[in-house]
């Protein structure tokens, strides 16, 4: 088998290694190696996005879920976890603020909140369209039919994000309870870019039971499927999930596979997230110098920020959206890097 460094240049030249080639490129992971591929990673990022870091205005609509994820804070069977919910005006004058801002799309995230049918969400990304016409809309509000996904895209919808979570089935079954399934995630996937969104997919770094073997089908599942974005951050425990005293993702196993995915996909998304920035103060830094091109300010009320708790100690819970913004702007400028506000569409 060939050596980390010769599997990072068959990487850089091709784009593209076998899912073996990828495991032993983890296994053998150093830092002499991942300085290596930061380096070749800023270069392919820079050749298409030059020193543009995008921004998505995120706005977490709702913790209620009906789903029961074993490492997520906000699942259904976590008794401990103070439920909300936003308004459809309380969510439209977050856009109202953001847009004030400067931004120019705005994600909206969420539990599986059965409150939001297909009629309410409709009306509501109807609503941001009609007053912010020049703004994409980002939904990540999780598993839905492929019926409900074309009516939120006819209602104007642009991009979604799901994480694939792992591309390992068997995986997949220790992270999720049994009537949760692999293939289900999967179809949703391919619905989505079927019916013309941008997609977005992604994984947790250092989820229990991962191994080189689990991130490498995930390297080989970014590298064919292709998404428009991929988010990937460290996983965290949150104390009162099934998962709460496993420990936390790496930011070196994360900025590693930050690097590889940009080399795989050169054009694709990658956001140097909020749980990066969470284990490590300079995280979303050190992201962005591993490859990363989109940061996702916090838009949500700060009264909800708390409470949208997937995992421990989350960072940017008290900051006022503008606050947000700013502390970032200055991050991406100590690393050499533009805060962008625009819709910030991939580059294909
Ligand atoms: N319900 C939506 C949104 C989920 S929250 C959906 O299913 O897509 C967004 C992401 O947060 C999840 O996809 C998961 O990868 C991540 N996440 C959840 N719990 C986490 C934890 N404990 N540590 C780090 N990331 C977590």
């Given at each position: 088998?060939?050596?980390?460094?010769?599997?990072?240049?068959?990487?850089?030249?091709?784009?593209?290694?076998?899912?073996?080639?990828?495991?032993?490129?983890?296994?053998?992971?150093?830092?002499?190696?991942?300085?290596?591929?930061?380096?070749?990673?800023?270069?392919?990022?820079?050749?298409?996005?030059?020193?543009?870091?995008?921004?998505?205005?995120?706005?977490?609509i709702?913790?209620?879920?009906?789903?029961?994820?074993?490492?997520?804070?906000?699942?259904?069977?976590?008794?401990?976890?103070?439920?909300?919910r936003l308004t459809p005006e309380e969510i439209l004058s977050?856009?109202?603020?953001?847009?004030?801002?400067?931004?120019?799309?705005?994600?909206?995230?969420?539990?599986?909140?059965?409150?939001?049918?297909?009629?309410?969400?409709?009306?509501?990304?109807?609503?941001?369209?009609?007053?912010?016409?020049?703004?994409?809309?980002?939904?990540?509000?999780?598993?839905?039919?492929?019926?409900?996904?074309?009516?939120?895209?006819?209602?104007?919808?642009?991009?979604?994000?799901?994480?694939?979570?792992?591309?390992?089935?068997?995986?997949?079954?220790?992270?999720?309870?049994?009537?949760?399934?692999?293939?289900?995630?999967?179809?949703?996937?391919?619905?989505?870019?079927?019916?013309?969104?941008?997609?977005?997919?992604?994984?947790?770094?250092?989820?229990?039971?991962?191994?080189?073997?689990?991130?490498?089908?995930?390297?080989?599942?970014?590298?064919?499927?292709?998404?428009?974005?991929?988010?990937?951050?460290?996983?965290?425990?949150?104390?009162?999930?099934?998962?709460?005293?496993?420990?936390?993702?790496?930011?070196?196993?994360?900025?590693?596979?930050?690097?590889?995915?940009?080399?795989?996909?050169?054009?694709?998304?990658?956001?140097?997230?909020?749980?990066?920035?969470?284990?490590?103060?300079?995280?979303?830094?050190?992201?962005?110098?591993?490859?990363?091109?989109?940061?996702?300010?916090?838009?949500?009320?700060?009264?909800?920020?708390?409470?949208?708790?997937?995992?421990?100690?989350?960072?940017?819970?008290?900051?006022?959206?503008?606050?947000?913004?700013?502390?970032?702007?200055?991050?991406?400028?100590?690393?050499?890097?533009?805060?962008?506000?625009?819709?910030?569409?991939?580059?294909?």
């Amino acid at each position: 088998m060939k050596t980390e460094i010769a599997l990072i240049e068959a990487l850089r030249q091709d784009h593209a290694l076998t899912e073996a080639e990828y495991e032993a490129l983890l296994s053998q992971r150093t830092a002499e190696g991942a300085a290596l591929l930061r380096r070749y990673a800023r270069e392919a990022k820079e050749a298409v996005y030059g020193d543009a870091v995008y921004t998505r205005g995120l706005i977490e609509i709702s913790n209620i879920c009906k789903n029961d994820c074993y490492y997520c804070g906000i699942r259904r069977g976590n008794p401990h976890a103070d439920r909300y919910r936003l308004t459809p005006e309380e969510i439209l004058s977050c856009a109202d603020e953001g847009y004030a801002l400067g931004f120019r799309t705005f994600v909206l995230q969420g539990g599986e909140d059965p409150w939001f049918t297909d009629e309410r969400l409709c009306a509501l990304v109807f609503a941001i369209k009609e007053k912010h016409p020049d703004c994409a809309v980002t939904l990540s509000m999780g598993e839905r039919s492929r019926e409900s996904y074309a009516r939120l895209r006819q209602a104007g919808a642009d991009r979604y994000l799901l994480r694939h979570e792992t591309a390992d089935e068997a995986h997949y079954g220790r992270l999720h309870p049994p009537e949760m399934s692999f293939q289900n995630r999967m179809r949703c996937l391919y619905d989505l870019r079927d019916l013309g969104y941008q997609v977005g997919a992604g994984f947790m770094v250092g989820s229990p039971f991962q191994t080189n073997g689990t991130l490498a089908k995930d390297l080989k599942f970014i590298e064919t499927f292709r998404p428009d974005m991929c988010g990937i951050g460290p996983f965290i425990p949150q104390k009162d999930t099934p998962f709460g005293r496993e420990p936390a993702g790496t930011p070196e196993l994360t900025l590693y596979l930050l690097s590889v995915i940009r080399l795989i996909v050169p054009h694709i998304l990658l956001p140097a997230t909020t749980a990066l920035g969470t284990i490590h103060p300079r995280g979303r830094e050190m992201g962005i110098e591993a490859g990363a091109n989109v940061v996702m300010p916090n838009l949500s009320p700060v009264s909800v920020r708390k409470k949208y708790a997937l995992y421990d100690n989350k960072i940017c819970t008290g900051d006022e959206s503008a606050q947000c913004k700013d502390c970032l702007a200055l991050r991406m400028k100590s690393v050499g890097a533009r805060l962008v506000t625009d819709r910030g569409d991939v580059k294909k």
